[in-house]
């Protein structure tokens, strides 16, 4: 394999999780009976472009299905983030009813609701069935695609170009980085503005979050790897902001190359910052495999001692993340017996992989566990405050990343 960015030899290993079915791809109850396709998880790091990404053993098709299951609008903290961003967009750079504002990976339109309240003109790009038609039941117009250089420029021919892009937790999920960032440049306007946030690998690597690794995610990215992927692509960073989303995430500002945006003096210092933490160096990927073991030994040793003493253990967040950690650590329903998930399209089924099977809520009003494991730790003072009743009983809230917590 090659660098997806730069085609460089990938030989340097950063994080081996084993193997491990697709994070999304939950199992219905008559599959259970059928084998399930496993693949290699692994990443590797681009020592000529910094680049972190899983080895390639699917296609985007296999891994975004007609039937994808993420659904933004089951967070509550999310939909509040997207409401400040939508504001905070548009008081900024002056979105109006003249302007058109685009979002890429468009989910069930989570976002681009509040762009249709503000009465700015508005469509997304979707390329999974089950978000997009959720998104079309909110009357907002989906283009059901891939996006890249020929969507963007097709759409820009038609006279659909963008005063806004808007990518949030997709730049990581595209196998073609290159031509996916090239569309960006196409569908803009002369003086438009895309907007990206993605986990960032600082975080991802001083927080210990290795769960974040699955097959969905192809690009683990620090702003020294993407400032050289836009600069390759047609567009230029201009600013960029650190978020506590996702564990610790980015927001890069973008503009076509040459456009009126001055670089901010936060490029720079984050610039400056992730080069003092040694990302351009092979030693800050070096330990990265060992602590995730960590994690996996203390999850294991906690549920073996629950068992052992007669603790009942719930888990919350039928999360992607939560499917990496319990494939990763072996769990299987002996040791955690369901799973708790708002989302209907997920209750009834079952987990890929450890096939633990995913329940409504009431399930912990009936069982009353002595702990609940909050698999999506990113959410976790929302799910904590949102499970408050749970402590009427006495049970307690653990985590697992980046250490085993009891809360």
Not at 235 to 242: C, G, H, I, N
Not at 366 to 380: C, H
Request: charged letters at 20%.
């Amino acid at each position: 394999m090659k660098c997806r960015h730069c085609a460089a030899p990938l030989h340097a290993p950063f994080l081996d999780l084993g193997s491990a079915p697709p994070s999304n791809a939950y199992l219905a109850a008559d599959r259970l009976d059928a084998p399930e396709t496993w693949f290699p998880l692994r990443l590797l790091v681009c020592h000529a472009c910094w680049l972190v990404q899983t080895v390639d053993f699917t296609s985007r098709d296999a891994l975004f299905t007609a039937d994808y299951a993420y659904f933004s609008s089951f967070s509550q903290s999310w939909l509040e983030h997207s409401k400040r961003y939508v504001a905070d967009m548009t008081e900024r750079f002056g979105l109006d009813a003249a302007s058109c504002v685009v979002e890429v990976a468009a989910n069930d339109g989570y976002l681009l609701q509040y762009v249709r309240d503000a009465g700015i003109p508005t469509y997304g790009i979707e390329p999974t069935a089950s978000t997009a038609a959720a998104a079309r039941a909110k009357g907002i117009e989906i283009v059901e695609a891939f996006f890249g250089v020929t969507l963007g420029e097709t759409l820009a021919a038609d006279g659909r170009a963008a005063d806004l892009i808007i990518a949030n937790n997709v730049l990581a999920h595209v196998p073609d980085i290159n031509d996916f960032v090239g569309g960006f440049a196409q569908l803009l306007k002369p003086t438009g503005v895309a907007t990206f946030e993605f986990p960032h690998l600082l975080e991802m690597v001083s927080r210990n979050q290795f769960d974040t690794a699955y097959h969905e995610h192809y690009s683990y990215l620090s702003l020294t790897a993407v400032e050289r992927i836009f600069a390759a692509n047609g567009l230029s960073v201009f600013d960029v902001a650190r978020l506590p989303t996702h564990g610790g995430s980015l927001r890069v500002f973008a503009q076509k190359a040459g456009g009126p945006h001055a670089v901010t003096p936060a490029v720079t210092a984050l610039l400056q910052t992730e080069q003092d933490a040694g990302i351009t160096t092979p030693a800050f990927y070096a330990t990265f495999q060992r602590s995730a073991e960590t994690v996996k030994d203390d999850l294991l040793s906690f549920l073996l001692a629950a068992r052992r003493d007669g603790l009942k253990v719930g888990a919350y967040g039928a999360a992607a993340k939560g499917n990496t950690l319990l494939n990763f650590a072996g769990i299987r329903p002996d040791l955690l017996p369901y799973v708790v998930d708002l989302n209907p399209a997920k209750a009834g089924s079952y987990m890929p992989g450890s096939r633990i099977p995913i329940v409504a809520e009431d399930r912990l009003r009936a069982d009353r566990p002595d702990r609940i494991l909050i698999l999506p730790w990113n959410l976790r003072d929302e799910v904590v405050a949102q499970l408050a009743y749970a402590r009427e009983w006495g049970a307690r809230f653990v985590v697992a990343v980046p250490s085993l917590q009891l809360i």
